[in-house]
C-alpha cells in the first residue's frame, strides 16, 4: 500500500506515483489474526493473509453491491463490539468501499437502539438474532419499525423461517439473512424475496465460493441430506495460528484445501443452504440424532417465551445416553404445562427433552451467542440436583 501524506506537493507525489511505502505488497505475508467466537469450545485465532482478506471484500461486494458497489453508498450503523467478527468484517469492507461508518456499541438497551438506529436516513445494520427477537417484541403492530433502512442483516446464530418472515413484516422490507465464519468472511446470503420462498434457508453460497456437503467420511453427500459442510475459496483463511496440525477437531479444522466451519447443514436441488446447528452441538439418544435448532424453533414458537437453548447432557453416574435439557427465559407467566402440551404438538417422543428449566437470561459470551458449554455444565448441574430430590420429568423448573 502506498500512503500519501496531505502536505506540500501532495498532488504532485500522486500525480507520479510517489509516497510513503509502509508495506511491501506481499499479498501472502500473514495480514489479520481473528478469534472465533468460542460459543461451542475454545477460542481460536484464525490467521488470513492480505491476499485471502482482499478476496473476502471481492466476494461481499458480489453479495450485497446494493450496500458496497451502489453510487451512493448507506451509512453502516455499527451496533455490537469490534472483537465479534462479523462486525468488523462488516465495518473494514465499508471503509474500503469509502463509505461512512458510525459506531454505537453504546446503546444496549433495544428502546434506546432502535431510537438511535432511526435517527438515521438510508442506513444498514447488522444484528444478532437475540437482539431481532427484542426488536420484534417492542414492534409497532402497523408499519414497520425501521421504515428509513436500506438493509437490515441478520446473523451469527440460528434464526427461524418464521422469524425472518415477521422480521421483514414488521422490522423493514429489507430484510437480509448473511452467513459466515471468521475463517471465511461472508459465505451466503437471503435475500427479501427469498425470504418468502425459501426462508428455512441462508440463500444460496457466492459465486466464488464452493461449499460442499459430505459425510464423516468426506464423500459428498445427496442434494437434501445433512452433512458436514465445507468451504473452500480465494478468501478461505490460511490455517489457525501456532498450529502445525490445522485438521478438524470437534468438527472445525482446515484439511485439503478446505474449512470445516463445525457446522451441520444441507443443500437442496436448487442450490440453497439449509443449516442445522454445530456438530458440537449435535445429541445422540438411543440412535437418535437430535438437531438443537430443530427444538430451540418450536420453543420460540410459543408467544411467551423470548429465547431458548437446547443442549445435551450426562446424567449423574455416567450413562449410555445423555438427557435433553431445554433453557427458556420467558417473555410472560406460562404454566409449565401449557409448554410442554405446545411442545408435543410439534417435538417427536424420541427427541423431546427430559426437562426445561426457566432463566431471567441466557448466558452469552462477549461477542453475544449463546455460551453453550456453560449451558451443558448448568444442565450437568441441573441434573445432579433433580437426581439427589428424586426430581424427573420434562417441566419449567429452576
Known sequence: ATVHIIGPGWRES??????????????????????????TGASKAIVTTRRQWQARYCTARKLFPFLLASERL????????LAFSAFFFFLANHLFAGGRVVLMTGAHDPDRLADAINRWDDAATLITPP????????????GVMFPKMRALFIGAAPFFAEEKRAARARLT??????YGSAASGFLACLSPRDIDAHPDTVGRPAEDVEIDI???????????????????????SAGFFGQSANAP????????????????????ADGYLRLKGRLADLILRRGVEIYPPD??????????????????????????????????????????????LHCRRWIAPE??????????QLPKTGNGKVDRPRLAAMAEQVLRNAARSGGSGAAIGS
Request: proline residues 9%.
Open 74 to 81: 448507506p451509512q453502516l450503523l455499527v451496533v455490537g463490539g
Open 351 to 360: 427427541r423431546f427433552p427430559d426437562r426445561s428449566v426457566a432463566l431471567p
Open 131 to 142: 437482539l431481532a427477537r427484542e426488536f420484534l417484541a417492542r414492534a409497532p403492530e402497523g
Open 173 to 178: 422490507g429489507h430484510c437480509y439473512e448473511v
Open 214 to 236: 459430505v459425510d464423516k467420511e468426506g464423500s459428498r453427500v445427496a442434494p437434501g441430506r445433512t452433512g458436514h459442510i465445507r468451504v473452500r475459496g480465494p478468501g478461505i
Open 14 to 39: 500522486l500525480a507520479i506515483g510517489r509516497g510513503d511505502k509502509r508495506s511491501d505488497g506481499n499479498p501472502d505475508e500473514d495480514f489479520y489474526l481473528s478469534f472465533t467466537s468460542g460459543s
Open 295 to 340: 427444538l430451540e424453533e418450536v420453543f420460540l414458537a410459543h408467544p411467551s417465551i423470548g429465547e431458548a437453548a437446547v443442549v445435551g447432557a450426562r446424567p449423574p453416574g455416567g450413562g449410555a445416553d445423555p438427557e435433553i435439557v431445554a433453557f427458556v427465559v420467558p417473555r410472560a407467566a406460562i404454566e409449565p404445562q401449557e409448554l410442554v
Open 249 to 268: 477437531v470437534g468438527g472445525e479444522g482446515f484439511d485439503g484445501g478446505w474449512y470445516y466451519p463445525g457446522d451441520l447443514g444441507a443443500i437442496d
